[in-house]
């Protein structure tokens, strides 16, 4: 008679519970992938004794219909094996091996404390175990294996990807510095400060201290700069700078500006526009370290202070006791300085390279767009000049958008691709009948040089039609003497023709801060002392 397997009402109880969960389980499991399909990807020889586990629960129950607790079985199996995986996706460390071991200890005493009917039943309970100890290696094994491989695993069979490994994955974003370090100081946002440029190079014996301004905006931005008085008699720069920086308020400027009022401090001092040792100094950019003074002087200045620059506006003013209207000098065959120049509103611009030394030249040739504001007279301090220079700049400004908002309507500048001076041609005492600005036409009077001696007086008239855009003040001039400047307006098709032809030297020598290449070559010069050639061009 064939034995029949008695369940108590409790464990029957049990037991159908057990099934219930196991039937709603199996939909939710259809959609995401088994722990199982887990240990196939991590170890083909599981899966195989996976699938062989399989078949003898399906041919044990054949066998033996009535040893249905044995799905209780492998239902307990699996839920530790699952947490395990979980467990070894989110800690990714060995101390998930331990807890997997744990659970699998669970599910075993789980499994021997369970009724053991007939033979068929032990067998099933035998397999699960087995199969539950294969779960615990190999998914101890996958805890232990590199995160990478974790996560090619993850993207394949999974749907649920858990956000917090990835953000342990990427590197921390480093936080954006706005500070500037200029002349081994840092300078924080939202900031004024006045810094000190100390040449290396001791002139005479003397070390002197250049005041450098500072103002570091709350945004960042372009880095603009602003020099004055390289050339040391010229004062109007000066008040523009020092009116420029004292009006910004660091919070509403984007980026920054740096401003030398006076960047020749000791012509300054001298009321020189020249060096200790009658050099112009805007003939030595950007210098070198084993030059003369000046060339020193030069390289350290261009180096610490004008390569933090992403743009330039070097001010001068007229020489030699000429004046000039406020006017622009920029190289309109580059690009940059071209848009540069077109930033300032409606102040004239005159084209030209400059002296290939000079600091615009040097600035520009170094990829720092760079222009010269030349203003007004020399040793005098003008304020309607001044005004219209501060205008200019702060148009510069906010059409770069650092500071201040762009007006609607702006005239445009007019452009002036050559210029030529007009000389005297007779010593005596200079007259002029025409004034800065005004625009004159051929065979109309300039002014008159009359000789305080004999009263002779000659006429000095226009030979082109344009505008005059600086001038001497009167004074005793000498035959060849350079009287007025007259801007000329020409077609840009003219002007690239003429720069092609003759290298862009269009200025004339007499033009202050923009003169000719100085002849003199520092090489042939003595160790101490000034050449002859400028020596005749400081005493002129």
């Not at 610490?304 to 030699?320: E, K, P, Q, W, Y």
């Not at 762009?406 to 007019?414: E, G, H, V």
């Not at 039609?465 to 009167?474: F, H, T, Y």
Request: hydrophobic share 40%; charged share 20%; proline share 6%.
């Amino acid at each position: 008679m064939p034995q029949t397997l008695k369940v108590k009402p409790r464990h029957f109880s049990l037991f159908c519970c057990s099934v219930l969960m196991v039937v709603a389980a199996i939909p939710m499991q259809l959609g995401a992938q088994t722990p199982e399909t887990v240990v196939a990807e991590v170890n083909p020889a599981i899966a195989k004794q996976q699938t062989d586990t399989t078949e003898a629960i399906v041919q044990a129950t054949a066998v033996e219909p009535s040893v249905a607790p044995s799905v209780e079985i492998s239902t307990a199996v699996a839920e530790p094996a699952t947490l395990a995986v979980n467990v070894a996706e989110k800690k990714q460390s060995a101390s998930s091996v331990a807890e997997v071991s744990s659970l699998s200890t669970v599910s075993s005493a789980q499994s021997s404390t369970a009724p053991q009917p007939s033979s068929a039943s032990a067998v099933v309970s035998s397999v699960a175990s087995e199969t539950t100890s294969s779960i615990a290696v190999a998914t101890a094994s996958a805890a232990m294996a590199p995160t990478s491989d974790l996560a090619t695993a993850n993207n394949e069979g999974s749907s649920a990807i858990d956000p917090a490994a990835e953000v342990i994955n990427e590197a921390p974003a480093e936080p954006l510095s706005l500070s500037k370090f200029i002349l081994g100081r840092e300078v924080k946002p939202n900031s004024s400060v006045r810094l000190t440029w100390n040449s290396e190079t001791a002139v005479g014996g003397f070390s002197e201290e250049t005041p450098i301004l500072v103002v570091n905006g709350a945004t960042p931005g372009k880095t603009l700069c602003l020099t004055g008085a390289v050339h040391g008699d010229e004062l109007n720069g000066i008040e523009m700078i020092r009116r420029v920086i004292y009006s910004i308020e660091p919070a509403n400027l984007t980026g920054t500006i740096i401003g030398v009022p006076v960047a020749n401090i000791m012509g300054f001092r001298r009321n020189s526009r020249y060096l200790p040792d009658r050099r112009d100094w805007n003939r030595y950019f950007p210098g070198n370290t084993h030059g003369s003074s000046a060339s020193r002087l030069a390289h350290s200045f261009f180096s610490n202070i004008i390569m933090h620059c992403d743009a330039l506006v070097d001010i001068h003013t007229g020489s030699f006791h000429r004046t000039n209207l406020p006017q622009l000098r920029a190289d309109l065959g580059d690009e940059n300085v071209a848009k540069l120049a077109q930033s300032f509103g409606a102040i004239a611009v005159l084209n030209g390279r400059g002296n290939p030394n000079s600091l615009r030249a040097a600035a520009v040739r170094a990829g720092i767009p760079a222009v010269t504001l030349e203003a007004g007279e020399p040793m005098a301090i003008q304020s309607r000049v001044v005004d219209e220079g501060v205008a200019a700049i702060n148009t510069l400004l906010a059409k770069m958008g650092m500071y201040g908002k762009q007006k609607r309507w702006t005239r445009i500048a007019p452009v002036y691709y050559r210029s030529v001076w007009v000389r005297a041609n007779q010593s005596g005492i200079l007259f002029s009948k025409a004034t800065l600005g005004q625009r004159v036409r051929e065979d109309d009077v300039l002014g008159t040089v009359t000789d305080p001696i004999t009263n002779a007086r000659t006429t000095i008239k226009s030979p082109y039609n344009g505008r005059i855009i600086g001038m001497a003040l009167d004074q005793v001039v000498l035959p060849g003497f350079a009287a007025y400047h007259i801007g000329i307006q020409t077609p840009e098709a003219i002007l690239i023709e003429e720069s092609q032809l003759n290298d862009g030297l269009l200025e004339d020598e007499e033009d202050g801060d923009d003169a000719g290449p100085d002849p003199v070559d520092e090489m042939d010069e003595p160790e101490t002392g000034v050449s002859k050639a400028q020596d005749r061009m400081a005493d002129e």
